[in-house]
Each structure stands twice: as structure tokens, then as C-alpha cells.
């Protein structure tokens, strides 16, 4: 499958290249990421979600002389059930939880590059993943379109099994339209690693600051400023994707379901 324009990632706005543009795999190499720092740095600058999971293998796209232009994190999810889908068991499985490329990376680099990420999985011992994409967009709190959603068409290019669609959630939205996570939300209640970061962007967005007005309860202060500083978006539910990564998992797949149709491409797409 050719998908008719290919979306592409910088600081958290998309773009798209046309699908005619060939990549020359000759300009590229893909290699594990041993940390997280540099995955994550790049994550939050570029994805849109602007958070970044709980990794278990980075991959990065790089150009030739160091450049990184693109990474995959394959991660553990936030419920477990997450996986029940999958062939296999325990550390075999696992989910694709961020995958980005930047905007100078041609057309159809995407499935170039995670076919070189599924191999080397492989080899890592891995048998099935898991992804799932965001049809539902969002907006600022000033009307400007910062996420347009997408169906997973570069998935349905390397050939996923369909499944469907995930629980339909009712999301939380910052006033620059990112998203603000139930994850974030709970590390601030529970005190968890990270709590910081996710009290400061309700902070960034006019929250006052947890232990301000005698508001030390990270719960009181969560119920008193959410509602405040973000909106309400009824997500119908993100797309969910699956493969195998060997040939026993691919028998084992549940069987796909018809793939979700691509909305047209942005003008400036059509017209490039």
C-alpha cells in the first residue's frame, strides 16, 4: 500500500511529503539507542503526544554522519490487557509506543525503517507488537488545528492486522491542545517519579503551584485546577494495530478487520 501523502514530525506539528518522493536508504542507517536520554529528548521535542513511555528498546533513524531524524520506542503499556491480543507471552510481546520522523525524511522512509526495527526485535527475542494511532483531533484553546489525527496508514502499509478500535475515553486538554494523560494525572496523585513534570503543565498553564493557598493534597489540588486550566474531548477510541514477528505469531494473529479509510490529505499536501 502507497499511502498518498506521508505524515511527517517537528515540534509537535505535523507535515506531509508527497508519497511520489523515493527515499534513498543509502543516505540512512538504523541502529538501537543504548538510553533513554537521547530517545526521549527527542520524543517529547517531536512527537505529539510530547510525553514519552516506559521503554524497553529505542531505535533510531539516523543519517549518515550522526544525524538522528527519526526514533521507535518499543515500550510496556500502561495496562496489561493491552497485549491480550498477541501471540506469545510475558516479555515476548510488547507494544510500538512512539514512532517519529522528521519532516526532511522522504516518503515512505516509515516502513523502511521499521522494517529494519522488526528485525532487529527478532533477533532481540521478540515475537508481536501492538500500536495504535489517534484518529480524534484537537484544537488550541484559540481554534488552531495542532494534532489533525491520523488512521494508521503507515501501519496498514506494513501490512498490521486491524483490530479495531480501543476503548472510547474521555481525554483532557491543555489550552495548546496536547493532551493531558490519565498516566500524568496519576503519578501526581500517587507522588510516583515524574510527578513534577506533570504538575508543571497544569502549573504552565496557570495552575498555581501545588502548597500554594494551603492546597498541600495532590488529589484537592488535581480536582480543583483539571477542571480549571483544561477541556473535556471525547476520544470515539484510537485505532489498534498488531503483528507478528515471526511466522508462528502471524498464524496466531487474530484476523484482520477491513482497514479504516484515509481522510484527504491537507491541501498543501495535494499540491506539493
Not at 155 to 183: E, I, K
Not at 187 to 207: D, I, N, P, Q, W
Request: proline residues 8%.
Amino acid at each position: 500500500m502507497i499511502a498518498p501523502a506521508c505524515q511527517r514530525w517537528r515540534g509537535g506539528r505535523d507535515s506531509y511529503r508527497p508519497a511520489r518522493e523515493v527515499i534513498d536508504t543509502r543516505r540512512y542507517e538504523v541502529a538501537p539507542i543504548a538510553t533513554d536520554r537521547e530517545a526521549r529528548a527527542f520524543v517529547e521535542a517531536h512527537h505529539y503526544s510530547g510525553s514519552y513511555p516506559a521503554a524497553r528498546a529505542r531505535f533510531g533513524l539516523y543519517r549518515r554522519g550522526g544525524e538522528l531524524a527519526g526514533v521507535a520506542v518499543v515500550s510496556h503499556p500502561m495496562r496489561e490487557g493491552v497485549l491480550s491480543c498477541l501471540p506469545g507471552r510475558g516479555l515476548e510481546r510488547a507494544e510500538l509506543g512512539r514512532f517519529v520522523l522528521l519532516d526532511g525524511v522522504e516518503a515512505n522512509g516509515e516502513t523502511w525503517f521499521l522494517a529494519r526495527v522488526f528485525e532487529l526485535l527478532r533477533r532481540s527475542g521478540f515475537v508481536a507488537l501492538v500500536s495504535h494511532s489517534d484518529p480524534c483531533p484537537r484544537t488550541s484553546a484559540a481554534g488552531a488545528v495542532v494534532f489533525g489525527g491520523h488512521v494508521g496508514t503507515i501501519y496498514q502499509a506494513h501490512n498490521a492486522a486491524y483490530l479495531g478500535r480501543a476503548t472510547p475515553r474521555t481525554q483532557r486538554v491543555l489550552p495548546d491542545g496536547t493532551v493531558l494523560s490519565a498516566r500524568a494525572l496519576s503519578k501526581v496523585r500517587a507522588g510516583e517519579r515524574g510527578r513534577r513534570y506533570a504538575a508543571e503543565l497544569l502549573e504552565r498553564h496557570g495552575a498555581w503551584p501545588l502548597g500554594a493557598a494551603g492546597v498541600v493534597d495532590p488529589a484537592q489540588w488535581l480536582r480543583l485546577w483539571v477542571p480549571w486550566v483544561t477541556r473535556p474531548l471525547r476520544n470515539p477510541g484510537p485505532h489498534r494495530y498488531a503483528w507478528g514477528l515471526t511466522g508462528a505469531a502471524k498464524k496466531h494473529l487474530p484476523s484482520s478487520l477491513p482497514y479504516p479509510k484515509l481522510a484527504p490529505p491537507p491541501a498543501e499536501a495535494r499540491a506539493a
